[in-house]
């Protein structure tokens, strides 16, 4: 059975920092290129980070510069470093294999940033 669990989540202050982890379980990362996802309140799911199997990380624009993804294989976990937190991240982060012939998703973990 395949589990992935993220944690890291908390309330920050704008300008604040976060690190999330994505534990993965009955699955071997290391082959999988992975990802991290948010979704705020009454929008949808938007990916913000993917990395591949070899560890090369893509961020999209609008926060590449503030967020930072890696993995460590040995541990089967991907990371992700969130700096220079905005209100607009307020969302639930989930991590994923990011394949399209996988469909694991992990339960998610809550950032709120808020003064």
């Known amino acids: 059975q395949v589990r992935l669990v993220e944690s890291g989540g908390g309330l920050v202050q704008p300008g604040g920092s976060l690190r999330l982890s994505c534990v993965a379980s009955g699955i071997d990362i290391a082959s999988y290129a992975m990802a991290w996802h948010r979704q705020a309140p009454g929008k949808e799911r938007e990916l913000v980070a993917t990395?591949?199997?070899?560890?090369?990380?893509d961020i999209p624009y609008f926060v590449k510069g503030r967020f930072t993804i890696s993995r460590d294989n040995a541990k089967n976990t991907v990371y992700l470093q969130m700096n220079n937190l905005k209100p607009e991240d307020t969302a639930v982060y989930y991590c994923?294999?990011?394949?399209?012939?996988?469909?694991?998703w992990g339960q998610g973990t809550q950032v709120a940033v808020s003064s």
């Open positions: 990395i591949g199997s070899r560890g090369t990380p």
């Open positions: 994923n294999v990011a394949s399209p012939y996988l469909n694991y």
